[in-house]
Nanobody, 114 residues
Framework: QIQLVESGGGLVQPGGSLRLSCVVS????????LAWYRQAPGKQRELVAS???????NYADFVKGRFTISRDNARNTVYLQMNSLKPEDTAVYYC????????WGQGTQVTVFE
């Protein structure tokens, strides 16, 4: 069974940092692109960042220079380091593995408040 389990969300003030983690089933971790999406209230889910199996990274323009995606093969874990957080980064963040079946984690809430 494919599983993705996120953690690391929370409350933070503008300018602060958080690191999200997603533990991924071993059988897909080494074979699939992994990605982070987010969904704010009333908005569509949007791609934040992705990383290939050979560590090529892609970022949405609105997080470039602030967020970093990485993967730890020994821990079957993909991370999203979020720095310089803004109130507009407030959303539920989801881990995604599109192969072999498009799979999602349960989401973790990130709230950036004054």
């Amino acid at each position: 069974q494919i599983q993705l389990v996120e953690s690391g969300g929370g409350l933070v003030q503008p300018g602060g940092s958080l690191r999200l983690s997603c533990v991924v089933s071993r059988e897909i971790f080494t074979l699939s692109v992994l990605a982070w999406y987010r969904q704010a209230p009333g908005k569509q889910r949007e791609l934040v960042a992705s990383i290939t199996t050979d560590n090529r990274m892609n970022y949405a323009d609105f997080v470039k220079g602030r967020f970093t995606i990485s993967r730890d093969n020994a821990r079957n874990t993909v991370y999203l380091q979020m720095n310089s957080l803004k109130p507009e980064d407030t959303a539920v963040y989801y881990c995604n593995a599109p192969w072999p079946v498009n799979s999602w984690g349960q989401g973790t809430q990130v709230t950036v408040f004054e």
